[in-house]
């Protein structure tokens, strides 16, 4: 069932037609009179001849054929009978403007579920209820009550916007109206109790007009479809921004896990973000700030940031920006500075910041020569031009035809930062983006250029979540430890020993010193029990402690199942490494740094499998421990393979349906110069997926 | 000498006086005749009897009078000779507009120290050279070129900036005339060399009409004199913000500490202006955009937001941006949901973010019922109302005057974020701040309720630097550690030691395990060498060690001067204090985490002596290792007060003007639940100064 009968429908029935344009269901036709809708507007009013002017009917069962989509504007019972009578008559689509069902409660949500099931059966979608509507400007189809396309006079564009919420479509849609940018779809689906906002958005990236896509989400239960809707954007070349509010409302995950807990949903709708190419803006702000620049169509080589400035106050500025947003300045070549230093007066300084000083008052073809001397160096990215002294006396027309001029020759992305009015506006009309302040300016050369970097690497598919098989249930650290070292993860030497010279011989073998610790997995918190020995290096330490051990159990009315000896393992850094089956983003790996703090001062990040070396090296890089991988004071770097390996591994494990794990907590993984090995950890798995058999003794 | 002459002439000259309107010298006439400047204008002009219709001089001796104020708007030497005559003359001030002096090297500087003495001798001082120029709106006094007073027509009002760039105080006058805001004062110094910023802000800042000072700082040389400008803006309740600009030119300090690494200038001047009240601004959207907020005069009692929206999506993201700020959101006492409650529709929930759902558009007067409901709850100390859903049908004007009238009942700040601009104007136009955007208007918030709690802290007056007394040298850690002990810093207990015999009585004091390392001041790097031995535990151990140091000292070929043994102290933090005598900032103190990382993956703050143990406490808030304050995972909280003790006492011995101290560095301060002991100190003290005597045995 394509939703081509919502975006693009050759026929709008309106159930409560009204004569008012500010009634709700007055304003659709009023709209699509005003914007020359070429289908067919079928008005319906039992009591009304015509409504504002157009021939109405009785009812959608007195209509001449089957309408494309019916806009049902009556509220309560009625609107449940519109829903009824249009799949009756065969509609294609149904919006449902409605609010009163969903959104308060489980009987709400039961009546939408019956609208779906009896519409579907029928061959009819539908969106809603709680839906504003949507409205295509390109068409004319506006089936929307919206206020602010009056506010703010509609005009055909290359932007389109898809929100769960009326406001936060309205809201954008105004923003960029003010700027002058062209808005072709703005759809507000409301409860989302068919089609949802991420299957819309799979249908409105497709339109040939459409360049940007813009959504504001609030629950997001149908990732696959948003994955969808990315793949679709990248193959036009459509990128997506993505608002998916309530970070602020997220509680803790209830979960046994510290992985779980660290795995919010806010932070799993981060990664998931991350890998389809949807850049996530915090705002509005950040939803419509870098317009311009995506629809210029640019793709930048990198971020590294040429400024160019008549001040030079100005340039440190943008300077200082760019060092906050994490945007290197290019370093211009020695032959490029040469090029630049020949264009400029001679007490003007060629590096980057470039200060064309004054003499832009005197010279106004500065910037036209300048611009293709330090963009010919291939390190230069993007400009920034600067201009906060300009107007009467200054070229500032001419500047910006220079600036439009180099970008259509070269590609490569130049926007302004001027408070003058004038002056933006005279950037503007030639498509040069334009901001008053050079923080803003930054801000949105900083989003554009991760976004064109998050979009240039591949992707690989979405994992679905697995079922959980029954409830789960953690395995004891020995069968943890097996299951992992079965997956790849280099676990610690260790036996499980029923008997103290069992302990004794394992030392013997291990040299060094060894731990030993009670094997029971019905006992948490071993430590403070006093059931965990560690450095033992003699056999009379290893036999003293295996008595204790046996006793203690014994004391807490445990049976005694042996005792766990491993290697005494030492490293440079404990990291940690974690993976959570999450129920709708499926399989979450948690990378970062270990030890007690792992969640009072977390350090990590997520990442959702599959994903490459390259990727694990990425998620490094931005961790705050990140210095550690190159080495630090006289300290060699952490191996960094080693942890990407351990982190795809268990995202192996996650992955493999017939583990059934549904957690993974390794803390410590010892990271040395030379490897990692976990020496910890604890496998929850669902019920029927046993997670290993303990007792072997292994050294990945 | 006064700078009522620069700020509030009563008569100006202006040397170079033209014709043309669009010449530096023909501005300020211009300027000041369009604009009714009431005190005397006196044209130099050798060649015209009178410039832009007013009676022209040939030269400053041939003024019937000496003039309050010169403008210098000749280049060169003419610029100099100009100086000179206004100083003959007997002229109060003179405002070198010319550049090519400082800013391009040893011979410009030289040239404006002269002329500062000449001026200075006579009485006179000197703003410039490289000045765009003094404006007062408030007088008409126009001594300024910019340009952008055309673009922008000027209006009196309580808004003074002064900057030392001409572009950067044209900059935000441009920003907030556009926004309507009145600016009395607009003032580009250039290169300081007499007057500088910070001194003509002690002046503009005692100007009645001024309610809110913006500066804009390249460099900054004299603190005393900006600490005195926020004084006196405290006194008259005149916030300041300031851009200092420049953070990425930073490079690190060449220093042999640590902490000299870590107290890099930019660092220092935060730390400056969080002591004296003055809101650092990042950049120029900073530095405007709460002026609204400012200008109201509110003083409120906390930082807690209470949200009130028409649509539920705004006000979640209402919520998102309040978190992200570290905005806490009002927690309502249940007899003000009660309240609220009754003022609401039966379906829309009382709680903060407060919806007041689309029943707005039927009951227009629900704003004014709900902010004094919610407003009457304590926990309130600010609102922010978000209409994204408004336009015609809504009765927006109305909803402006009841939040005005809540405000002025209250005191309490309201601010609207609304994308629709007539929403926007029309709360603008009863004095409530508006903004477009959710996310600016946190923003807003944000800035004004921490401003507000810097300048409700009391301040302790500034510690001059003290000069440097000749080269540093860095004390032995015996000596060291001896003088931290003397001004009250814990000390691990040790003995320097002679002999291996004295060592061993030592273990036999401190009982447990102990360290011995060489005492040789001279040799750095000493573990490297093989010279730092840990874990002693009995007579044989501490005998061999001491042997082995005192043959490797004499191998690397320097004299054996005895061995430092020291207790094994353990805790369960390592943390770090330092301190550095800043030149031009004075004494400044690190806290944070120690370690190997104290460089690579810093988490520390900067205090400036004297501070308080609460302002420690502060400080410590902010780090990222705060929770191991709170205690996390069943370690106990380390000692706050200890740590603020320790950080205190090294606050001290930098003061001491007769130890001479000019860097400290302790890493770890081993810290636990109920202490902290410096572990390994090192002191650098200025010629002159010795750190201390050797050989005591301390525990402080």
Not at 661 to 682: E, F, K, R, Y
Request: glycine content about 10%; aromatic content about 4%.
């Amino acid at each position: 069932m394509s939703l081509a009968a919502l975006v693009r429908p050759s026929s709008v029935a309106v159930v409560g037609a009204s004569d008012n344009t500010d009634k709700i269901g007055g304003r659709p036709l009023y709209y699509m009179k005003a914007l020359g809708y070429r289908g067919r507007i079928l008005p319906i009013n039992p009591a009304r001849q015509t409504v504002q002017g157009i021939p109405a009917f009785a009812s959608l069962e007195a209509l001449p054929e089957a309408p494309d989509c019916v806009v049902v504007a009556v509220p309560g019972q009625a609107a449940i009978d519109a829903v009824e009578a249009a799949a009756r008559i065969g509609a294609k689509a149904a919006i449902i403007i409605a609010s009163g069902f969903g959104e308060l409660g489980a009987a709400g949500k039961a009546e939408e579920a019956r609208m779906r099931t009896l519409a579907n059966a029928a061959g009819m979608r539908l969106v809603g209820p709680n839906s504003q509507g949507l409205a295509n400007f390109g068409t004319g189809a506006i089936m929307s009550f919206s206020t602010m396309f009056i506010e703010e006079p509609p005009q055909d564009g290359p932007v389109a916007i898809v929100s769960q919420s009326g406001a936060m479509a309205a809201a954008p849609y105004g923003l960029l109206r003010q700027r002058g940018i062209g808005v072709r779809h703005v759809n507000a689906t409301g409860n989302d109790c068919d089609v949802t906002a991420s299957e819309l958005a799979t249908e409105i990236v497709q339109d040939e007009g459409v360049r940007l896509l813009l959504l504001y989400l609030e629950a997001l239960d149908d990732p696959a479809m948003l994955a969808r809707a990315a793949a679709l954007g990248r193959e036009r070349g459509v990128p997506i921004i993505a608002i998916k509010s309530g970070r602020s409302a997220q509680g803790a995950r209830a979960a046994a896990s510290h992985t779980g807990a660290i795995a919010t949903p806010d932070r799993t709708v981060d990664a998931f973000f991350a890998k389809h190419g949807i850049w996530r803006a915090d705002g509005m702000a950040d939803l419509v700030r870098a317009t311009e620049m995506y629809l210029q169509g640019w793709r930048p080589q990198g971020r590294n940031v040429a400024i160019l400035s008549n001040s030079g106050a100005s340039g440190v500025l943008c300077a200082d920006a760019a060092e906050r947003a994490g945007l290197p300045l290019a370093t211009l070549a020695p032959e490029t500075e040469a090029t630049v230093a020949a264009a400029l007066p001679t007490f003007a300084s060629p590096k980057n910041p470039i200060d064309v000083t004054a003499a832009l008052l005197s010279d106004p073809g500065l910037i036209g020569k300048v611009l293709p001397a330090a963009g010919a160096d291939p390190d230069v990215h993007m400009f920034l031009l600067a201009v906060p002294i300009s107007g009467r006396g200054y070229d500032f027309p001419g500047y910006a035809r220079d600036a439009a001029a180099f970008t259509a020759a070269t590609g490569k992305p130049v926007v302004l930062a001027a408070p003058q009015r004038q002056v933006r506006d005279a950037f503007a009309a030639v498509g040069v983006p334009a901001f008053q302040t050079e923080d803003e300016a930054i801000a949105a050369l900083s989003q554009f250029a991760r976004h064109n970097e998050m979009l240039a690497r591949p992707v690989a598919a979405m994992v679905p979540p697995r079922p959980a098989a029954g409830p789960a249930a953690t395995s004891s650290e020995a069968a943890s430890l097996d299951l992992l070292a079965r997956f790849g993860v280099p676990t610690v030497a260790r036996r499980l020993c029923a008997s103290a010279d069992e302990a004794v011989r394992f030392l013997g073998q291990i040299g060094g010193r060894i731990v030993l610790k009670a094997a029971s997995a019905a006992i948490p918190h071993k430590s403070e029990h006093g059931l965990v020995h560690v450095g033992l290096g003699d056999p009379a330490a290893v036999e003293a402690a295996f008595a204790r051990i046996a006793a203690t159990v014994e004391a807490l009315g445990h049976p005694f199942e042996g005792a766990l000896a491993a290697e005494m393992v030492r490293g440079e850094r404990e990291l940690a490494i974690g993976g959570v089956m999450d129920p709708v983003f499926g399989p979450v790996v948690m990378i970062g740094d270990g030890g007690i703090a792992v969640e009072a001062m977390p350090d990590n990040a997520l990442l959702l499998p599959p994903f490459t070396a390259a990727d694990v090296d990425d998620a490094l890089a931005r961790l705050r421990i990140a210095p550690l991988f190159q080495g630090v004071r006289g300290h060699p770097p952490l191996d960094r393979r080693a942890v990407a390996a351990a982190a795809q591994a268990v995202a192996a494990l996650l992955m493999d349906a017939a583990a059934g794990v549904v957690s993974v907590d390794i803390n410590p993984l010892m990271v040395t110069a030379t490897g990692a090995v976990a020496v910890d950890g604890l496998v929850e798995t669902a019920a029927g997926a046993p997670a290993g058999t303990g007792g072997t003794e292994t050294r990945g």
